[in-house]
Each structure stands twice: as C-alpha cells, then as structure tokens.
C-alpha cells in the first residue's frame, strides 16, 4: 500500500527565516506525482508546489522549493523568507501515474506551521 | 472564474439520519473528488468522479455514496449517520482526469453529528 508519512506535527520559524518541513513515501511505483497543500485556518486548501517522479530537477515556486530524493523516498518543502501568511497546515501528497486513471490523492498527516513575527 | 464551492458550508444532524452535500466544480471542470478530513484519520480520499462515472473508491462503508451529473455538479450522501461521521468533508476538481491535473479544492462541509 501507498503510504505518506509527516513526522513534524508541528513546527515553528521566525519571520523572514527558512524552515524545511519533511515527508517521506512509500510506494513500488516508479511513476508519480508528489504534492504539497497548504489549508490556511478555516479556509481552503490550496497546492504550493509538486514534482513529476521523471523529472530530477527539484521543483520551485518563488519562495517555495523542494528537495525530491526518490531513492529514499523522501519530498522536503523549504520555505525561504519566511511570511506571517505562511502560517498553515501543510500536507504532503501522493498520487500514482496510473495513465492518467486516477487523480486520487494520498495525504500524509499534516504539518502545523507557525510564524512567529 | 469561480472556484468550487461546496453546500451547505455547516451541518448539524443526528444519529441515524441521511445527509447530502453539493459540490459544483470550476466551470469546464469534469472530474471530481471528494474527501473526509478528521483530526484522528486525517484526509482520506472517498470517491472520484468524471464524466458521470465513478471511477475510483476509496474504504468507506457503503453509507457513503455518490454521484455525478452532466453539469459535472456531484452530490456525496450519507445515510444512517454515525458520529464518527463528524468530519470536514471535502470536494476538490480538476479539468481532466490525467497526469498534468491539478486539483482544485473547495472550502469544505463540516458536519457535526450528534
């Protein structure tokens, strides 16, 4: 079974600092796509960034960017300059290449990010 | 463009009774996903939808059930309620069903019941 694993429940940075917010996955597949979600309080979840399994370069969003090491499985976002707006649970997301079959999404546990200004 | 919008936004029901929640897509959206979101389990994926056709189905008891129509608009019901069925629940849509799909999500039915 597929599996998304968040192992910082919380976590906490200083405005204008960085922070890296760690996930690891499990999977046999050898295609996917890797997600990060943010879900501001009470209001809707939006996607930071993903990442192509094919693709070696690491994506990047503005201050947003990750660090993909698919033979450990492993899929960081670091968050540069940190912004009091950053403030959020992130999730950590898998969904498998099954040909373009599912848009299923598997969710890890979530990160609890604060912002201290 | 208007994003997906969920209805009602809250609900309270009690044990036993039947609930349904809308999702209407982004326009031109035709697949759409829902998903149960508990502070103990967390987000689970319940069902997909495109084009009117359930195509995948996530491990929910089959209280839960869904559907889809030709306005891409879905509905998810459940019936005999229980209170571990308190949850945010979660529609999300994307254009097509594929590999270069994002996903847009809704802001979320809670119900709560009692």
């Known amino acids: 079974a597929q599996t998304v694993t968040q192992s910082q429940p919380e976590m906490s940075v200083q405005e204008a600092e960085t922070v890296t917010l760690s996930c690891t996955y499990d999977?046999?597949?050898?295609?996917?796509?890797l997600f990060w979600y943010k879900q501001p309080p009470s209001r809707q979840m939006i996607l930071v960034i993903r990442?192509?399994?094919?693709?070696?370069q690491n994506a990047t969003e503005n201050r947003f960017s990750v660090n993909f090491q698919k033979a450990a499985k492993s899929f960081s976002l670091k968050i540069s300059d940190s912004q009091l707006g950053d403030a959020a649970m992130y999730f950590c997301?898998?969904?498998?290449?099954?040909?373009?079959?599912?848009?299923?999404?598997?969710f890890g546990t979530g990160t609890l990010l604060a912002v201290q200004p | 463009k208007a994003g997906v919008t969920q209805t009602p936004r809250y609900l309270i029901k009690t044990r036993g009774q039947q609930v349904t929640l809308s999702c209407s897509p982004i326009?031109?959206?035709?697949?759409v996903s829902w998903y149960q979101q508990t502070p103990g389990q967390g987000l689970q994926f319940l069902f997909e939808?495109?084009?009117?056709?359930?195509?995948n189905k996530g491990n929910f008891p089959g209280r839960f059930s869904g559907r889809q129509f030709s306005n891409s608009r879905s509905e998810m019901n459940v019936s005999t309620l229980e209170l571990g069925d308190s949850a945010l629940y979660l529609c999300?849509?994307?254009?097509?069903?594929?590999?270069?799909?994002?996903?847009?999500f809704g802001p979320g039915t809670r119900l709560l019941v009692l």
């Open positions: 997301a898998y969904r498998p290449n099954y040909g373009g079959a599912t848009n299923k999404l598997i």
């Open positions: 999300a849509s994307s254009l097509q069903q594929g590999e270069q799909e994002t996903q847009y």
């Open positions: 990442q192509e399994a094919y693709k070696q």
């Open positions: 999977t046999s597949e050898s295609d996917y796509y």
């Open positions: 939808y495109f084009s009117e056709t359930q195509r």
């Open positions: 326009s031109g959206h035709r697949s």
